[in-house]
T-cell receptor
Framework: KQEVTQIPAALSVPEGENLVLNCSFTDSAIYNLQWFRQDPGKGLTSLLLIQSSQREQTSGRLNASLDKSSGRSTLYIAASQPGDSATYLCAVRKGQGAQKLVFGQGTRLTINP | NAGVTQTPKFQVLKTGQSMTLQCAQDMNHNSMYWYRQDPGMGLRLIYYSASEGTTDKGEVPNGYNVSRLNKREFSLRLESAAPSQTSVYFC???????????FGNGTRLTVT
């Protein structure tokens, strides 16, 4: 059974720092991996989607990497801003079909001005 | 561009009452999903519809029913609400499995 872990559960850093969020998964045979952000009281917003054949994806100040052999993905946020404060979740798709999508519990990120 | 729209945003029910949560997407997506999100439990799949005309059970389907009314709309019905169904419910959609998943803003349901 695929398990997805995000450690730490919460992280607080000063504004301007570069930071890395971690996502670990137990089964390296994945279809793709997606990073989301969730603001309080809102739904999840897709940030980056990495297909199984890719090593990384970039969007603005965000960069997500994927290392299937070690069962890890990282989300790198450059020059963090208070507006980046949110909960970040990763989701691993094991294969085709809705049942194959497994979410982590998320990392709650706070950027202090 | 509305994306995924859920109604209502908030609802309070008494035990035993019924209600339907509505979801509509305007992105011409094939697949639609219903999740519930609870503290410490993360996101759990209730039901999904891989394409118009099909629905399947997810991880926690008991106490719920769904209808894929057409390609745009996917509703979730609670026939007899229970306090254990107090949760935040999210609808999501995607074009295909290798595409991003898009979420609505959720319905916060309290059952007393």
């Amino acid at each position: 059974k695929q398990e997805v872990t995000q450690i730490p559960a919460a992280l607080s850093v000063p504004e301007g720092e570069n930071l890395v969020l971690n996502c670990s998964f137990t089964d390296s045979a994945i279809y793709n991996l997606q990073w989301f952000r969730q603001d309080p009281g809102k739904g999840l917003t897709s940030l980056l989607l990495i297909q199984s054949s890719q090593r990384e994806q970039t969007s603005g100040r965000l960069n997500a990497s994927l290392d299937k052999s070690s069962g890890r993905s990282t989300l790198y946020i450059a020059a963090s801003q208070p507006g980046d404060s949110a909960t970040y979740l990763c989701a691993v798709r094991k294969g085709q079909g809705a049942q194959k999508l497994v979410f982590g519990q998320g990392t709650r990120l706070t950027i202090n001005p | 561009n509305a994306g995924v729209t859920q109604t209502p945003k908030f609802q309070v029910l008494k035990t035993g009452q019924s209600m339907t949560l509505q979801c509509a997407q305007d992105m011409n997506h094939n697949s639609m999903y219903w999740y519930r999100q609870d503290p410490g439990m993360g996101l759990r799949l209730i039901y999904y519809s891989a394409s118009e005309g099909t629905t399947d059970k997810g991880e926690v389907p008991n106490g719920y029913n769904v209808s894929r009314l057409n390609k745009r709309e996917f509703s979730l019905r609670l026939e007899s609400a229970a306090p254990s169904q107090t949760s935040v419910y999210f609808c999501a959609s995607t074009l295909k499995d290798n595409s991003p998943l898009h979420f609505g803003n959720g319905t916060r349901l309290t059952v007393t």
